[in-house]
C-alpha cells in the first residue's frame, strides 16, 4: 500500500494498473476512517483489482464558520485501515495541490441541493460536486463507493455523473451503526461522555419514523412531529431538520406515497450530527 501526495503520482500509477488490464474503485474521504469508510473500501476491493482511497479535507465544502479547522485528521491510523482491508493507494494530496492560486471553476448543481443540508449548508455541494469531479478527473476509476449516511451527498453525485456523462459506476453503500446503534462518523470523535449518550437520540427517533411507516402511516407530518418530540426529550439536542423528502427529488412531500427519504441534522451540543432512513430500496 503506498501514499502519494500529488496528482502526478496517482495518474502515473494508475497508468500501470491500466496496462495491466486492471480495474480500479475510488473510495472518496476525507480521512479520519472508521467501520463506515471500511465498508466501502471493502466493497471496492470486492469488486475492482485496485482500490484508490482519496484522503482530503476538502476546505471548498466547509461555510465560514464550520469545522475546517478542527476537522479530525490522523494519516498514520488511516494508512493503516486502508492496508488492513486490502486498498492499493492513498492519494492524501495539501489543498495547494488541489486547488492552485487562482483555481476558479466549480461544479454547481441547481437541483436537490436546495432542500435538507443544502439549507444549513449553502456551498457544502458545491464544494463537494467540484472536488468529487476533480478525484474522478485524476483517478478515472470504474466504480467509486459512498456511504449512504450522506443520503443526499449520493443523489447529488448520481445526478451529477448522469449530468455530465462521466464514465463511472457510483456504488451506495448502507450505513454502518455502532452497536447501540449511532451512525459511523468522523464527528462523533467531537462528543464528551455526555454528549455521546444524547447522541443516540438521532438513532432512536429514526428507529421510531422506521417504525411507524412500517406499520402503515403514510402521514409525513405524523412522522415528523412523533420523531421531533423524541429529539426534545433530550436537553443537549438541538434540531437543524427532521424532514421527509421524495427520494428522487429532495424536495418535501407530505404523503408516503412514492419511494422516499426521511432525515435528519441533530446538534448535540455544538456537533452536527445527520442520520435517515429510505422507506424502500432505491
Ligand atoms: O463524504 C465525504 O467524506 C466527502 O463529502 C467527500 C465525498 C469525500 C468529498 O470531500
Not at 476491493?45 to 464550520?66: A, H, I, K, L, Y
Not at 441547481?110 to 474522478?136: A, N, Y
Amino acid at each position: 500500500m503506498k501514499i502519494v501526495t500529488t496528482v502526478q503520482e496517482v495518474r502515473q500509477q494508475v497508468a500501470e494498473w491500466r496496462k495491466q488490464g486492471l480495474t480500479v474503485g475510488l473510495v472518496p474521504t476525507m480521512g479520519y476512517l472508521h467501520e463506515g469508510h471500511a465498508s466501502l473500501i471493502d466493497r471496492s476491493v470486492s469488486e475492482n483489482d485496485r482500490t484508490v482511497v482519496s484522503d482530503f479535507v476538502n476546505p471548498m465544502q466547509f461555510g465560514p464558520t464550520e469545522d475546517l479547522q478542527t476537522y479530525p485528521r490522523d494519516i498514520d491510523h488511516d494508512a493503516a485501515l486502508v492496508e488492513a482491508h486490502g486498498g492499493d493507494l492513498i492519494f492524501h494530496p495539501e489543498p495547494s495541490e488541489m486547488y492552485h492560486e487562482g483555481f476558479s471553476s466549480f461544479v454547481d448543481m441547481t437541483v436537490l441541493t436546495q432542500e435538507l443540508c443544502g439549507l444549513s449548508r449553502p456551498v457544502h455541494f458545491r464544494g463537494v460536486c467540484t472536488v468529487v469531479t476533480k478525484l474522478f478527473n485524476i483517478v478515472q476509476p470504474d466504480a467509486a463507493y459512498f456511504g449512504k449516511k450522506d443520503a443526499q451527498q449520493l443523489a447529488v453525485i448520481r445526478h451529477m455523473v448522469d449530468d455530465l456523462n462521466m464514465n463511472l459506476r457510483i456504488v451506495g453503500c448502507p450505513i454502518v451503526r455502532e452497536a447501540d446503534g449511532l451512525a459511523k462518523s468522523s464527528r462523533n470523535t467531537y462528543l464528551s461522555a455526555e454528549e455521546r449518550q444524547a447522541a443516540l437520540v438521532l438513532s432512536q427517533s429514526i428507529r421510531l419514523g422506521s417504525d411507524m411507516v412500517h406499520n402503515g402511516t403514510t402521514d409525513c407530518a405524523a412522522i415528523i412531529s412523533a420523531m421531533q418530540e423524541h429529539i426534545n426529550t433530550q436537553p443537549l439536542a438541538k434540531i437543524d431538520y427532521v424532514k421527509i423528502v421524495d427520494a428522487a427529488t429532495m424536495q418535501p412531500i407530505p404523503t408516503l406515497d412514492r419511494p422516499a427519504l426521511c432525515a435528519i441534522a441533530v446538534y448535540i451540543g455544538k456537533t452536527r450530527l445527520i442520520d435517515n432512513f429510505f422507506t424502500e430500496d432505491v
